[in-house]
Every structure is written in C-alpha cells, then in structure tokens.
C-alpha cells in the first residue's frame, strides 16, 4: 500500500529442513515480515529481511534441539 510516498510491504517466508540422508523433514516454518520504504522495490526487500531474521530467530534453536534428540537416538 501506499500512505504520503511510503510504500509497505508484506513477504512470507517458508522453509523446510530436510535430511538429505532419509528425505525426512526436521521441521517446517513459515512467517512474515514487513518492511516501509519511499521505493516499493525496497520495502519489498526490507519485507524478506525481516521475514529471514524472524525465521532465523525461530529456526535455529529448533533445529539445534532437533538435531540434538535426533543424535541422543544413535547407538
């Protein structure tokens, strides 16, 4: 949308972790991010960083917590 020249952007992201091993999913996340800029090209790209620093947030311990019981398992 478009308010007094800025331009808002909404992006949403999705990622899935896969073992490339057994082609078994480890996770599926998906979010959104939204970003403001004079130039809709930019606040698009503004929109995917904040969607990615989001997934990063969620992502990563989950993942590492994943991992670990996954390893816990092995003889």
């Known amino acids: 949308s478009n308010r007094s020249g800025i331009q808002s952007c909404k992006a949403r992201l999705e990622l899935k972790a896969i073992d490339i091993q057994t082609g078994e999913i480890l996770l ?8 403001l800029d004079v130039a809709e090209h930019i606040a698009g790209k503004r929109a ?4 990615g620093r989001q997934m990063a947030l969620d992502l990563i311990p989950e993942l590492a917590a994943r991992w670990a019981e996954m390893n816990a398992a092995k003889p």
Not at 48 to 51: E, I, K, R, S, Y
């Open 28 to 35: 599926s996340k998906s979010t959104y991010g939204a970003g």
């Open 48 to 51: 995917l960083q904040a969607a």
